[in-house]
């Protein structure tokens, strides 16, 4: 998989009746769990990290604009956008008030 720039945690579950609904819908197609987590991801809030977010026990894929990473230990479930260095700047703006 390709490593982004930067990442933004768009939406993360876990162990809530949400996660584990998440995960039910994951078994059964991963492009739908990452449709079901992204009405969360709401206006594009969500921190940015240079390191990806998940842990080494989670299982990850790319799809639809997201990476969906599940680990199953912690009946955790999420998506993650990955930011370009343009974008990632623009962030650093808004959030610094350098840029309007």
Known sequence: ????????????????PEALEAIRIC???????????AQWDIDGDGDVTDEP??????SV???????????KILDSI???APVTKEQYYHW??????EFK
């Open 53 to 58: 977010p998940w842990g080494t026990e989670s």
């Open 78 to 80: 999420g998506i993650t």
């Open 27 to 37: 078994k059964e197609s991963e492009s739908k769990a990452v449709d079901y987590l």
């Open 1 to 16: 998989m390709r490593r982004a720039y930067a990442y933004r945690s768009a939406v993360t579950l876990t162990d809530t």
């Open 92 to 97: 650093l703006g808004r959030y610094k008030g």
């Open 61 to 71: 894929v790319s799809i639809n604009g997201y990476y969906l990473h599940q680990d």
